[in-house]
């Protein structure tokens, strides 16, 4: 069974940097579409980033576009997140996932790892 494993959080100031990494393991993520999700607490999980399989092909979520990036390392099996510029509002677990599309609302293909907490602090 493929596990999605996330790492690279933490607590941050306003203002900071962090990068995400996620790795399947299990699968690998070169040649498929992957995307990046955050839950806040007490609300919805929501689409943040997703990328095709050779990163050229990327869309973000209006509150991260210019702060965020999806770069990928296919040679190392790993999907990356990267966030300057981080805000409170930024604060949540953030999950990834292979995607079906390089959308604003795709499709996940695999069971939800257990998430990477990023708290943010004013």
């Known amino acids: 069974q493929v596990q999605l494993i996330e790492s690279g959080g933490g607590l941050v100031q306003t203002g900071g940097s962090l990068r995400l990494s996620c790795v399947a393991d299990?699968?690998?993520?070169?040649?498929?579409?992957a995307g990046w999700f955050r839950q806040a607490p007490g609300r919805e999980r929501e689409f943040v980033a997703a990328?095709?399989?050779?990163?050229?092909?990327?869309v973000y979520a209006d509150s991260v576009k210019g702060r965020f990036t999806i770069p990928r390392d296919n040679a190392k099996r790993t999907v990356y997140l990267q966030m300057n510029s981080l805000k409170p509002e930024d604060t949540a677990v953030y999950y990834c996932?292979?995607?079906?599309?390089?959308?604003?609302?795709?499709?996940?293909?695999?069971?939800w790892g257990q998430g990477t907490q990023v708290t943010v602090s004013s």
């Open positions: 299990g699968h690998t993520f070169d040649h498929t579409n």
């Open positions: 990328s095709d399989w050779s990163g050229t092909e990327t």
């Open positions: 996932n292979v995607v079906l599309s390089v959308t604003n609302k795709p499709d996940t293909w695999l069971s």
